[in-house]
């Protein structure tokens, strides 16, 4: 199972952080041991003292594909959750003036926390709401309509590179809001107002 995400995915985002909106779609990747299923806690690593939450909802692939056209990208998708992309961002930050890769900062043990799916066709993909609360208050609020890429867009962007396979997991970028989480916190994630997602920090 790989697991995808993109950044800079929302203008309002990629303006917090500085960042120009991009031009394609920025891609990374996650390990199989990122994922914590199931309301599994999240060990606050010891490298990092600014990992920040990034809400994002998530694509599960269906089947497999390769070199899709956007046309025929929707199909190749059968759920939407929702899941939190952890970031070290004081590691990000230290890579990012290196010019070195992410991954320290993306994709270590536990950074991708997983909430539970919804059928895509009890969806209206193009206005599914998203939101995270972080002890009980509202911290994040998005909607698939802000997306820079569609999601169709983004599994034919990502096919070009990589075979999509049965499992395989799309983050598909998080809204404004990313904040610093502390041990002790407890995160809530929610497509419309079902709460999927269940993570404390210990
Ligand atoms: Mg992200």
Redesign the pocket.
């Known amino acids: 199972m790989k697991i995808f995400?993109v950044?800079r995915n929302y203008s309002e985002h990629a303006a917090e952080l500085g960042n120009a909106v991009p031009s394609e779609p920025v891609i990374f990747t996650k390990q199989d041991t990122a994922i914590l299923k199931n309301g599994e806690p999240f060990y606050h690593p010891d490298f990092s003292s600014d990992i920040h939450y990034?809400v994002?909802l998530v694509l599960k692939i269906q089947k497999m594909g390769k070199k899709i056209k956007p046309a025929f990208a929707l199909q190749y998708v059968s759920e939407i959750g929702i899941g939190i992309?952890f970031?070290a961002r004081d590691k990000q930050q230290e890579l990012k003036q290196k010019g070195l890769p992410w991954e320290l900062a993306k994709a270590f043990d536990g950074s991708a926390p997983l909430g539970d799916f919804i059928p895509v066709n009890q969806l209206d993909l193009d206005n599914i709401s998203f939101s995270l609360q972080q002890n009980g208050k509202m911290v994040q609020q998005g909607n698939s309509a802000d997306m820079i890429f569609s999601f169709a867009q983004i599994v034919s962007f990502i096919s070009q590179y990589f075979t999509l396979k049965v499992g395989d997991l799309i983050?598909t970028?998080?809204p404004s809001g990313v904040g610093k989480v502390n041990i002790g916190d407890v995160l809530e994630g929610s497509i419309g107002n079902k709460k999927l997602l269940h993570c404390e920090v210990k």
């Open positions: 995400c950044g990034e994002e992309d970031t983050y970028g998080t």
